[in-house]
């Protein structure tokens, strides 16, 4: 006896958007708070090794200003679409900037790197769910421009023509 097949799961890649960009808001308003408010040594890791206090004072207070910003793209992202890019970029840069001092010798391996990873994952996350979003949008549009191309061959074919046509 085998176990019946159950149907893939199917997720909106609107609604996994939506995700993505509040978990982004949440990282940077607990980023955001630990830099402004704690100095020590989880505020040089999530600081990506800016060490002065002033420095991370101000990243801090940057990344406050930017979580009300992604929770509004998040709660109505048809309403906000041309500012779906700042999650994404904001996180390109952060991951760029962080992974080149570290590269550079500028930034201690220990004091970037959870900010460079985290911000990579959620650049290749965000990227993936816009790619699959762009073949699924292409893709409907493939399959019904077929569907019309049938329904118009069809209406010309001679079984739909008058017996007058067919003669």
């Not at 199917?10 to 408010?37: E, K, M, Y």
């Not at 569907?147 to 061959?153: W, Y």
């Amino acid at each position: 006896m085998t176990a019946p097949q159950l149907p893939d799961a199917v997720i909106s890649t609107r609604l996994l958007t939506r995700v993505l960009i509040f978990l982004v808001a949440l990282w940077s308003f607990l980023a955001g708070i630990v830099l402004v408010a704690f100095h020590g040594a989880s505020a040089g890791a999530l600081g990506a090794g800016v060490t002065d206090d002033a420095g991370q004072r101000l990243v801090g207070a940057h990344l406050l200003l930017l979580t009300p910003a992604y929770l509004l793209i998040a709660w109505r992202p048809e309403r906000h679409k041309s500012f779906l890019w700042l999650p994404f970029a904001g996180q390109l840069a952060l991951a760029a900037t962080v992974g080149y001092g570290i590269l550079a010798g500028e930034t201690e391996f220990g004091d970037g790197i959870l900010a460079f990873a985290v911000g990579t994952i959620f650049v290749v996350l965000l990227g993936f769910v816009w790619v699959s979003e762009q073949r699924t949008l292409a893709q409907s549009k493939l399959e019904a421009r077929q569907a019309a191309l049938r329904q118009a061959g069809s209406a010309s074919s001679p079984e739909g023509a008058s017996p007058r046509e067919q003669a």
